[in-house]
Structures are given as structure tokens and as C-alpha cells.
């Protein structure tokens, strides 16, 4: 298992609220009913001399925070503080942000819902170093996470080393042993909590995932399946509560970044995360937070994955934040529409000669050649002669080619593909370099190709002569 990498989200939203400041979430049965009545103090020493405007204090609502109350500093005998009261708080992820000369200068993630006093006292020179003063939970939580850091630290140090020590039994045994000895750690933590702090234990659940080198469960079953299988065996993903988890969004994001990194083929990686989603149950309040980190997840290594659960998050939940889909449209449509290799080639249709319309997808299961060219291009003449080489010797083996003509007249058109004996299929809207399908692809010369395999994936570009064929030969054999 490769080390999760971040993937940058640029959005005006607090989504980039990770490990140093996630939430606490609890099974169901902990937390049913909310906090009446929460009083929460943010006392300052009189040392301090912070221009503090505001105190805000935001919620966690699946994918983003929410500001759901303010207050401004009031004096006290020792210096100043910020008083909240408030009422029927759930118990969650909550956030502590102050606001100096009118901007947002740090915030401090707490855990509310399940205490009626709350007191954070210290510096305001720096929120983070506060502490709690009697908050059973919240100092509880404080040192979760620092657990949770430490031990992942640990672990993707151990498993650097074991690739490193490819091929050097002692070494790996050795490293197994520790991977054992994290393993155990990790369990540990989660039990401890669901004895002492069971509102806590859900969280710790989202990280316990045990080594594969220690827990594979057949010598013929891979580290992805593995990982597919296995990572969130703690969990119960039936949890609504997780709605007002940070950690459970970016849990799942690191998941399905982490799958996308270990072999699996599209078709298994999307198995694992359809069969995630539907453990979670569509509909369910914490189903919006984890499709949508399923599809940052994927977006930066799986370009038909994060297309499909985009549009399937755009279908289900668009509207409830305008920023978010504007956001998420942009990158489909720059997807749809980027033509570089790797990417499924954008679908257009046009005229064939004979009045019929043709589209692109019509030719899936075949390797199919673009071939943008005109009547009047010269280089393109005297290459057809080679294209019509190469397609009667693969043909049968399924090539085929898309000739895309950038002509404006017709007949000149339809003479071109008689004369040159083009026996394949075209199609034109006869707009010149004014060509839809041209703009689509980003056409500014001619002669121009672009080869697909046979799922639509663009593999090559601007192949022609002898590198063609070549290619064809990789593909197809002699």
C-alpha cells in the first residue's frame, strides 16, 4: 500500500480541514438526542492583548462547515472571553474560529454534544495551544488524534521500508513484525475507547486498518483486493451520525485515492467503492459527504471514475451548494473535452456523404483512427494512400477509421473520397476550420490523428507512415 496523497480541492469551502482538525462521531446508540442547553466559555488571560473582533463557531454538515453562531469579547476580572450558549446541539464536529482585524486568523476543532459545560482557556496568541479545562471529551479527542497521527506516521514509515527492503528476507521479517506490532496498537486504541470513550470510538474505527503483510487472507489474493476488502472492517458505515464527521469525509477520500494506487483495474476499483456506497445506503445523510469524497478521490488518477460519480453526485445532490457544483461542472466539462492521451476521447457526430448522421461511440469495440483532412489539403492526399494500406491489411483484425473532413464544399468532398479510394467511414459538417469536431479536438493543422483502443481511449496522436504502422503492429500483431 502506497502513501495517500493529498489532493488539492481548490474551493471556497472548508474542506481542507484533515487530520490536525477532523471531528469525533459516536455509534448512534450514544448520541440520539441532542444537548439541550451547551454553555461554552473561550476565557483569555489579561496578559493577552489580541485585537479579537469575533468569536464564530461553525458546524460540520457533511461536506463543508457552516457558521451557526458568533459572539464578541466580553471583560472579566482576570482579562476577557466569548461566551456561547446554546441550545439542541448534536454532538459532532464543531469548529472555533476568531476573527482579528476582520479576518479569519486560525480555528480549533472541539467536540460538542455530549457536555453542557465547556471551558477553553489560555493564549489568544495561538487557539491551538488552549487547553480544555474539565472537558472530559474533548481532551479525550485531542489526544485520539494524536494517537491516530502518530501511529499513520509509523506505519507509512514501516511500509516505505518494506519496499525498500525488497528481496532482503531478514530485513522483511523484521518489518513485518512491526507492521504486527502497529496492527496491535491500532486495535488497542479502538477498544480502549469503546470502553472508556465510546462516543469516540467511531472515529478510531475509520483508522484501524490492520497490515496486509500480517492479515492477508489467501496467498492468491492481492493487496488491492485486500485493501478492498478489509479497510473499513471496524466501521459501521450504516452510521447516519457520520453526517457530522470531517474525519469520516476524508476517510473515505483517502480510501478511494489509496485504491486507485494499488493495481487494481477500473472495473475492480469501481466494484469497491459502488459496494462502499451501498453499504452506506443511498438517501442516508452521510451518503452525500462519502460520493462525494469518492469522487475528489479518484479525480486525480481515474479520469472515467471521477466522470461517472461526478455526474452521479451532481444528479443526486446539485443545489445544495452552488460553489461546490459550479466547481465540479467545470472539471466534467474539462474533461469531456480534453483530447490528451489517456483520456476517453470526446463523442461528436456529423453528416456522412449520403445524408446519414454518425457518431464517434458508434464505433467502440474497434481501434479506430481519426483522420482530420480535407479535399484540398495536399499532405493529406498524398497520406491516404498509406492510410488505405494500413486499414485493408488490419481491417478484419478491427481497425477501423473516422475520416473527418474539414472541406466546405460537398461535392468536392464526397469526389476526394471517390478518387482516393477511402473505403471507410466519414462525416463533415462542412464548416471549413470552423469544424465542430475539429474545435473539439483543438485541431489547428491538417493532417491530424488521433488512434483510439477499443474502449474510446486516445493511446496515440499524429501518427502517420511508418510510425502508424507501427503502432498497428503493437496492437494487432503482423
Known amino acids: 500500500m502506497r502513501k495517500i496523497s493529498k489532493i488539492k480541492v481548490l474551493l471556497a469551502l472548508a474542506l481542507p480541514l484533515a487530520l490536525s482538525a477532523t471531528t469525533a462521531v459516536a455509534q ?91 471551558l477553553l482557556k489560555g493564549s489568544c496568541a495561538d487557539m491551538k495551544t488552549m487547553a480544555f479545562d474539565g472537558s472530559k471529551v474533548n481532551i479525550a479527542f485531542e489526544q485520539m488524534i494524536d494517537s491516530v497521527k502518530m501511529h499513520s506516521s509509523q506505519f507509512f514509515t514501516l511500509l516505505g521500508s518494506w519496499q525498500q527492503n525488497a528481496g ?16 496491535f496498537r491500532r486495535k488497542e486504541l479502538l477498544n480502549k475507547l469503546k470502553k472508556d470513550q465510546p462516543e469516540l470510538a467511531a472515529i478510531a474505527a475509520l483508522y484501524s486498518y490492520q497490515s496486509f503483510q500480517n492479515n492477508q487472507k489467501s496467498p492468491t489474493q492481492t493487496e488491492g483486493q485486500y485493501i478492498g476488502e478489509t479497510y473499513f472492517q471496524f466501521v459501521n458505515l450504516a452510521d447516519t451520525n457520520y453526517v457530522r464527521s470531517a474525519f469520516f469525509y476524508e476517510a473515505i477520500k483517502g480510501y478511494a485515492t489509496n485504491m486507485t494506487q494499488v493495481g487494481l483495474s477500473t472495473e475492480q476499483l469501481e466494484g469497491y467503492l459502488d459496494g462502499l456506497l ?70 461528436f457526430s456529423a453528416a456522412t456523404p449520403n445524408g446519414g448522421k454518425l457518431n464517434l461511440k458508434s464505433l467502440r469495440g474497434k481501434v479506430v483512427l481519426i483522420d482530420f483532412w480535407a479535399s484540398w489539403c495536399g499532405p493529406c492526399r498524398r497520406e491516404n494512400p498509406f492510410v488505405v494500406g494500413v486499414y485493408n491489411k488490419y481491417k478484419s483484425k478491427g481497425f477501423d477509421v473516422l475520416g473527418v473532413s474539414l472541406d466546405t464544399d460537398g461535392q468536392k468532398w464526397k469526389d476526394a473520397i471517390a478518387k482516393d479510394e477511402l473505403a471507410w467511414n466519414h462525416i463533415s459538417d462542412l464548416g471549413g476550420w470552423s469544424s465542430a469536431p475539429a474545435k473539439l479536438y483543438k485541431v489547428t493543422g491538417i493532417p491530424h490523428t488521433i488512434l483510439l483502443d477499443k474502449n474510446g481511449v486516445i493511446i496515440a496522436k499524429n501518427l502517420r507512415g511508418a510510425a502508424l504502422e507501427q503502432k498497428l503492429k503493437e496492437i494487432f500483431g503482423e
Open 278 to 347: 451501498v453499504k452506506i445506503g443511498a438517501g442516508k445523510p452521510h451518503h452525500r459527504p462519502a460520493l462525494l469524497a469518492v469522487t475528489f478521490g479518484v479525480m486525480a488518477s481515474n479520469k472515467k471514475l471521477f466522470l461517472q460519480y461526478a455526474e452521479a453526485y451532481q444528479k443526486s445532490y446539485k443545489g445544495q451548494n452552488i460553489m461546490l457544483d459550479n466547481f465540479i461542472e467545470q472539471q466534467i466539462t474539462q474533461l469531456k473535452s480534453s483530447t490528451e492521451v489517456g483520456d476517453e476521447a470526446p463523442d
Open 28 to 118: 448512534e446508540k450514544h448520541y440520539s438526542k441532542p444537548v439541550k442547553q451547551l454553555d461554552l466559555r473561550v476565557r483569555m488571560s489579561e496578559l493577552d492583548a489580541c485585537p479579537i473582533d469575533t468569536m464564530r463557531l461553525y458546524a460540520w454538515t457533511g461536506v463543508q462547515v457552516e457558521e451557526i453562531a458568533k459572539t464578541v469579547p466580553t471583560a472579566t476580572k482576570t482579562g476577557f472571553e466569548f461566551h456561547f450558549q446554546l441550545k439542541n446541539i448534536a454532538l459532532g464536529n464543531y469548529y472555533l474560529g476568531r476573527i482579528v482585524n476582520n479576518s479569519m486568523s486560525d480555528m480549533r476543532p472541539l467536540v460538542l454534544g455530549l457536555e453542557e459545560k465547556i
Open 168 to 183: 532482503n528476507p531478514e530485513a522483511l521479517a523484521e518489518i513485518k513484525k512491526n507492521l504486527g506490532d502497529m496492527d
